[in-house]
């Protein structure tokens, strides 16, 4: 079945550091890919999405590019700061339910991201 | 209120009471969700309606009832819950088009639940 994986977190940098959190991903057909982010105490935030191949999804400074002949959709940001601190969610979205009508999104583990200033 | 609001914020409860947990989407989606969220493991997708209608069960077990009586709201009525059942319970909604682009979710705050 479809799946996500993310790397292990947690990444700890210091402000201004550049960041990469990978994620690839195993799927038939032609998935969206979605970059979300939770806050300590929050629920998920939509951070950035692309829904074809080579889209790249961007928002606050951060980005990722729909690699479809790596599956694969890593974040960066370019310099972090201490408010990016959070964990970042990477998820494809998938067909269930009934006749394939269900919008599911599959998820990674998440990937806790530590900025020190 | 806008987004996809959530009640209670915290809930503690115990195996043998009976509570509810509401969600209102104010976004005038057509699907909600719920998921649940422990700690150390991947998000899990619970139950997913679509104009009112269940349309995915992921084997979740009878404990927790899912109700959906318009587009617009969400709830899960919980029952003789155990203690593994502590987590973090987020609603999503969703604008779905069958056939087209899968669409993103938006979530709510989420309800911390302790079941003790």
């Known amino acids: 079945g479809n799946s996500v994986t993310q790397m292990e977190g947690p990444v700890t940098l210091s402000e201004e550091a550049f960041l990469t959190i990978n994620c690839t991903y195993t799927a038939t057909g032609y998935p969206s890919l979605f970059w979300y982010v939770q806050y300590p105490g929050e629920g998920l935030q939509l951070l950035l999405k692309a829904t074809k191949a080579d889209d790249k999804g961007s928002n606050k400074g951060f980005e990722a590019t729909y690699r479809k002949e790596t599956t694969s959709f890593h974040l960066e940001k370019g310099s972090v700061q201490v408010s990016d601190s959070a964990v970042y969610f990477c998820a494809l979205s998938d067909l269930g339910g009934k006749g394939g009508a269900t919008n599911k999104l599959i998820f990674g583990t998440g990937t806790l991201l530590a900025v020190q200033p | 209120e806008t987004g996809v609001t959530q009640t209670p914020r915290h809930l503690v409860m115990g195996m043998t009471n009976k509570k509810s947990l509401k969600c209102e989407q104010h976004?005038?989606?057509?699907?909600m969700y719920w998921y649940k969220q422990s700690a150390k493991k991947p998000l899990e997708l619970m139950f997913v309606y679509n104009f009112k209608e269940q349309t995915e069960n992921n084997s979740v077990p009878s404990r927790f009832s899912p109700e959906c009586p318009n587009s617009s709201h969400l709830f899960l009525h919980l029952h003789t819950l155990q203690p593994e059942d502590s987590a973090l319970y987020l609603c999503?909604?969703?604008?779905?088009?069958?056939?087209?682009?899968?669409?993103?979710?938006?979530f709510g705050p989420g309800t911390r639940l302790t079941v003790t």
């Open positions: 976004l005038g989606h057509n699907a």
């Open positions: 999503a909604s969703s604008q779905d088009r069958v056939g087209r682009v899968r669409s993103e979710q938006y």
